[in-house]
């Protein structure tokens, strides 16, 4: 990875809905009889806001959003509407807030028969699915120039960039630093170490992994972990040779290697895996019952909520060479719609999502995330970031949209979760799991 990119991530290092059932009080942000107030960029910079037609006009303009949320997004809706009527009062968001893993993708393909919302929020590796097949619009540079540079990297088909990126998850190991220490433990970087810690924790009764094995989405994430360690770092095209049957989940040892991690999780943590929420799950790693999680950024909001002196650090998943990397992954990615008949009441929510810069501090708070604008960075403590810092300098931190965009997650790694599920549970054996992944080989890429 080049240091420049690695450098522009270290400088950042650090959407209550007007529909019922997204999370707020079903009602649309209050509407003003008199005039906008002034673009806030523009106050600062002396310029006129890019979105200042919409903003000096009295119209009311109400926007449709498509939101597709990660387990830490549910509420920046709220943030988001109330930054929104005190700059653009003229301009109402009208929410439909779904789960990412489960409804994004299907609602897309719905909207697509019957015309799109104006904004759609996913994620970055989304783009790629959807802009080619034209339903996209371009972000404005006004905005994009906003953001980091790395921010538009994976977003950017043939010159034109179709999605705003606005913040960063970082995916590994979380392990508790007190129970380490205290068990003399170091930090894994091969199997052979990973394995020492997880039967010293077998003699003395610890649980080596939380996880939370009810939630599908959990052990697809987990798994594109393990397959960007294992596999993409050892061939970028994978998922290219896969589609031209050049390689097959049944034939190559890496991918192979990449499933069993599922079953040495599955093999080292608690029995109830298969009925422990995501929360209750967290708990136990922060009340010290599980040394290690293999998980996300988002596992973090709830560890500080349960404990906020909760000391956690982040490693990446060993790998068989002994030279993983930590994972990095654009989230929040807000995309729109090229037949939308309000652009510049578009821009002016882009205008607000990036020129505002304390609504950003507060939702990367909230989420405890990592920022994508230039010259904004979260104020919450992260106890993983020191961990973090020394993985981005020594250039140790990969994208995984690589893999996203390889083998996508609609209709392919989440159903290749399901197979997983089955045969973690006995009801599949290792190789019909395999089979089954060979077998959608189709759905495998966006295009």
Known sequence: MKKKWISMILSAAMVATVLVGCG???????????????????????????????????????????????????????MIDEALAEQYPNITLEWECVDWGNDFQPKMQQYMQSGLPDIMIGKAQDVATYAPQGILGEIDSTY???????????????????????????????????MFAENG?????????????????????????????????????????????????NDAQWGDKFRAGEVSFSDDPMV??????????????????????????????????????????????????????????????????????LIFEPNITVMTSSAS???????????????NKDLAVEIYDYTKTASMLKDVSPTFANPSQTDIDKYAADGMIVDVTLGNNQLVWGGFQEENA?????????????????????ARVDASSAN
């Open 24 to 78: 707020g009080d079903g009602q649309p942000a209050a509407e003003s009889p008199t005039q906008p107030a002034a673009n806030q960029e523009a106050e600062n910079a002396g310029e006129e806001s890019a979105g200042s037609e919409t903003a000096n006009t009295d119209e009311k303009v109400t926007l449709t959003v498509l939101a597709g949320q990660s387990t830490t997004d549910a509420g920046i809706e709220d």
């Open 144 to 178: 994009l120039d906003r953001g980091l540079d790395a921010a538009k990297t994976n977003v950017t088909i043939d010159g034109k960039t179709y999605g705003l990126v606005y913040n960063a998850l970082y995916q590994g190991v979380y392990y508790n630093k007190a």
């Open 185 to 233: 433990w170091e930090v894994p970087k091969t199997q052979e170490e990973l394995q020492a810690i997880i039967d010293d924790c077998n003699a003395k009764g610890i649980t080596p992994f939380a996880s939370h094995m009810v939630d599908t989405w959990s052990i697809g994430n987990v798994t594109m972990q393990f397959m960007m360690n294992d596999v993409f770092n």
């Open 256 to 325: 192979q290697t990449a499933y069993q991690y599922n079953k040495l999780i599955f093999d080292n943590t608690y029995p109830e895996t298969f009925s422990t929420e995501q929360t209750d799950c967290d708990a136990k790693m922060v009340m010290g019952e599980a040394a290690m999680k293999v998980s996300g950024s988002w596992s973090i909001q709830n560890f500080l909520d349960i404990d906020e002196s909760f000391d956690f650090g982040i490693f990446p998943f060993p790998n068989q060479s002994g030279d993983s990397k």
């Open 341 to 355: 008949e309000h652009q510049d009441a578009i821009n002016c929510v882009l205008d607000v999502l990036t020129g």
């Open 418 to 438: 399901k197979d997983i599920v089955a045969w973690l549970q006995g009801d599949a054996t290792f190789e019909d799991a395999l089979a089954a992944s060979d």
